[in-house]
């Protein structure tokens, strides 16, 4: 009988700083900011960090023969018909400063130069704010890729900042950040980011908030500046335009509040169930608890707490929120 897997603590180096909010939901004594502000969940992808170490990234789930990594608890036929790997990958993430301007590859910038069929289309759930948090997103009106090359070149960030839109964002928004799209997260966002399976951030600043040099890899993995400057989309919008694009509404039926739709993206989906929210899925799925309470997955009663993580297996069939509130993460649409 197909169980679900209840997920370990999966914290990831970045090169920001962060990660207070995320301890303090998760209850933890002393919360407090590091070099860790990511929690990677149901994770099959290995983090692309400079020193990078061996497994980094890769969630840890709980079975009967006890902890050990998902790639290995995890085969093939959990993923679901039709499905030969997850094609997802969910995160954690709390910044307490502002992330650098970046953009993600479009799959087919990914097949061109890194040989994989993924790019990065994400989206973001906003679960707390601290102090005055805002994401900045999506070209403004009349950019264009020779004036957006110049500020690049000569490392203009305030100039860059200023090419793009900033949106305030509170709890309960959630925010879709298509491939190609230019943005960055600023400080005090806890959000639950879901996005395809890769690690690819091309960076348009040389040096962190923090001050710390990037090395060309870790700017552009080695594709070079030039191609960098293609992975945009240069797509110039109004602010009305550009919040009625990258914010989406929720639709409420039933206790289930539809986060992201594959009318939004096929690349995954996003759901919220609370009280008697009811689903029945035709593939994996994970939960991702942010209020405590008690479910039925597939007949089996679990009580859940506040932060955890749950990868649920093709097969088990239907779940239901007895009490507290769920987030269902769904792979892409096939």
């Known amino acids: ?73 995890v085969t093939a036929a959990d993923f679901g018909p039709g499905r030969t790997e997850s094609g997802v990958l969910v995160k954690y993430l709390n910044s307490a400063e502002r992330l650098g301007i970046q953009v993600h590859p479009t799959p087919d910038f990914s097949r061109r130069y890194f040989g994989t069929n993924y790019g990065k289309t994400e989206c973001w ?26 500020l690049f070149h ?9 090419c793009l839109h900033r949106f305030p964002v509170k709890k309960g928004d959630t925010v879709l950040v298509r491939a190609g799209t230019p943005h960055a997260i600023g400080a005090g966002c806890f959000l639950l980011e879901i996005q395809e399976p890769t ?54 039926k039933n206790g289930v509040i ?11 989906s996003l759901a919220k169930l609370q009280e008697r929210g009811t689903v029945t899925t035709d593939s994996f799925v994970t939960l991702v608890i942010t209020k405590s309470g008690g479910l039925l ?13 749950w990868f649920v297996p093709y097969g088990c069939g239907q779940i239901i929120v007895e009490s507290g509130e769920v987030i269902v993460c769904y792979p892409p649409k096939i």
């Not at 502000?37 to 994770?43: C, F, G, M, T, V």
């Open 1 to 73: 009988m197909k169980r679900p897997l209840l997920q370990t603590e999966n914290r990831v180096f970045r090169t920001y700083r962060g990660g207070k909010l995320l301890e303090t939901f998760l209850s933890k004594p002393d919360p407090a900011d590091s070099f860790q502000p990511e929690d990677w969940i149901s994770s099959f992808v290995e983090a692309k960090n400079k020193n990078a170490i061996k497994g980094e990234g890769i969630s840890r789930v709980l079975t009967e023969k006890g902890e050990m990594p998902i790639t290995e608890a």
């Open 125 to 150: 759930h906003i679960l707390e704010t601290d102090g005055d948090a805002a994401v900045y997103i999506g070209f403004r009106e009349g950019i264009t890729k020779e004036s957006w090359a110049t």
């Open 154 to 162: 000569r490392q203009d960030i305030a100039g860059m900042l200023d």
């Open 199 to 252: 690690d690819y951030t091309m960076r348009l600043e040389k040096v962190t908030v923090a001050g710390e040099a990037l090395t060309p890899m870790q700017i552009h993995y080695g594709v070079g500046e030039e191609a960098l400057l293609e992975c945009f989309i240069y797509e110039g919008l109004g602010r009305e335009e550009a919040r009625e694009k990258f914010f989406l509404e929720p639709q409420d």
């Open 258 to 268: 539809t986060l992201v739709s594959y009318a939004d993206t096929a690349c995954f």
């Open 297 to 309: 997955v597939g007949g089996e009663r679990l009580s859940v707490k506040k932060g955890e993580k």
